[in-house]
T-cell receptor, first 113, second 114 residues
Framework: TAGITQAPTSQILAAGRSMTLRCTQD?????MYWYRQDLGLGLRLIHY???????GKGEVPDGYSVSRANTDDFPLTLASAVPSQTSVYFC????????????FGPGTRLTVT | GQNIDQPTEMTATEGAIVQINCTYQ??????LFWYQQHAGEAPTFLSY????GLEEKGRFSSFLSRSKGYSYLLLKELQMKDSASYLC???????????????FGKGTKLSVIP
């Protein structure tokens, strides 16, 4: 199985433009997450979804939106990109329950100029 | 608020033992995870502790003391391929439907030298 795939691998985006980062998992996990990782700041949660049809805000949600139309896909949209959104974005998923880890996708490196 | 502290960088010699510490102060606690992340790659799961004590998995062990808000990751018989960042993460907030959020520390970059 592929696990979690993310697209694109990297992207350079002009400030003010919109973009959607794609994330697809084939493990039938109910929970999915979007993180950004910045040097010196570590991984920070942007948005999450416990199950299809529901989403929630994480630590740094401003400037980002998500949707969860089905179990497999969890796209992250930047409506109007700003340079501070330059980062590496990781999508993750997990089963529900107590003793479960999160599985991470390979990441998308986004540069906003 | 949430606060997870770990050393920024460590260096150790091939074949040696290294201990990476993590202290946490979080509003909730439902377990502590350690992840490994090689440069340019995704984090991968190493270990999970929810009860006090030591969990051993091959060359890697992880310890937890909930009363002290403290954990460590112990790596034995270090190999060059162990050069990576090690992330401590606390599962704190319950976000509903049987799912929890993770709060990550900033990570410890370990360099293994010959």
């Amino acid at each position: 199985t592929a696990g979690i795939t993310q697209a694109p691998t990297s992207q350079i985006l002009a400030a003010g433009r919109s973009m959607t980062l794609r994330c697809t998992q084939d493990m039938r996990h109910n929970a999915m997450y979007w993180y950004r990782q910045d040097l010196g700041l570590g991984l920070r949660l942007i948005h999450y979804s416990n199950t299809a049809g529901t989403t929630g805000k994480g630590e740094v949600p401003d400037g980002y939106s998500v949707s969860r139309a089905n179990t497999d896909d969890f796209p992250l949209t930047l409506a109007s990109a700003v340079p501070s959104q330059t980062s590496v974005y990781f999508c993750a998923s997990s089963e529900q329950g107590n003793f479960v880890e999160q599985y991470f996708g390979p990441g998308t490196r986004l540069t906003v100029t | 608020g949430q606060n997870i502290d770990q050393p920024t960088e460590m260096t150790a010699t091939e074949g040696a033992i290294v201990q990476i510490n993590c202290t946490y102060q979080t509003s909730g606690f439902n377990g502590l995870f350690w992840y490994q992340q090689h440069a340019g790659e995704a984090p991968t799961f190493l270990s999970y502790n929810v009860l006090d004590g030591l969990e051993e998995k091959g060359r890697f062990s992880s310890f937890l003391s909930r009363s002290k808000g403290y954990s460590y990751l112990l790596l034995k018989e270090l190999q060059m391929k162990d050069s990576a960042s090690y992330l401590c993460a606390v599962r704190d907030a319950y976000s509903g439907a049987g799912s929890y959020q993770l709060t990550f520390g900033k990570g410890t970059k370990l360099s293994v030298i010959p």
